[in-house]
């Protein structure tokens, strides 16, 4: 299995940016998919999900800027980033959790995940 995610790159306050991860040598249909971010010194923290059923997840930090989506046929979830601020700045990392079928927290916590992308970074000029 491998996730294969693109599309982060510098942009300024306001700007926007699409992450686009796509995951082959399996199928993820009923698998959540989702988001996370590392900046410098910090933890890694959930960021959006899209779970197994098609309903979306987000931080509080970036809801109403951000949006999650995924085609199950191509076997992809993208990450629709607008109005991005200095504090977005992080390496993206997308995520397919371990279990088919969960919820609740397992949808948000980083130790649930099982396969991860190589990480895309994202960087926020002021």
């Known amino acids: 299995v491998q996730l294969q995610a693109s599309g982060g790159g510098l942009v300024q306050t306001g700007g926007s940016l699409r992450l686009s991860c796509a995951a082959s040598?399996?199928?993820?249909?009923?698998?959540?998919m989702g988001w996370f971010r590392q900046a410098p010194g910090r933890e890694r923290e959930f960021v959006a999900a899209?779970?197994?059923?098609?309903?979306?997840h987000y931080t509080d930090s970036v809801e109403g800027r951000f949006t999650i989506a995924r085609d199950n046929a191509k076997n992809t979830v993208l990450l629709q980033m607008n109005n991005l601020k200095p504090e977005d700045t992080a390496v993206y990392y997308c995520?397919?959790?371990?279990?088919?079928?969960?919820?609740?927290?397992?949808?948000?916590?980083?130790?649930?995940?099982?396969?991860w992308g190589q990480g895309t970074q994202v960087t926020v000029s002021s």
């Open positions: 040598g399996r199928a993820f249909r009923s698998h959540n």
């Open positions: 899209v779970d197994w059923r098609s309903y979306t």
């Open positions: 995520a397919v959790g371990a279990r088919p079928y969960d919820r609740g927290t397992a949808i948000s916590d980083p130790t649930s995940q099982k396969y």
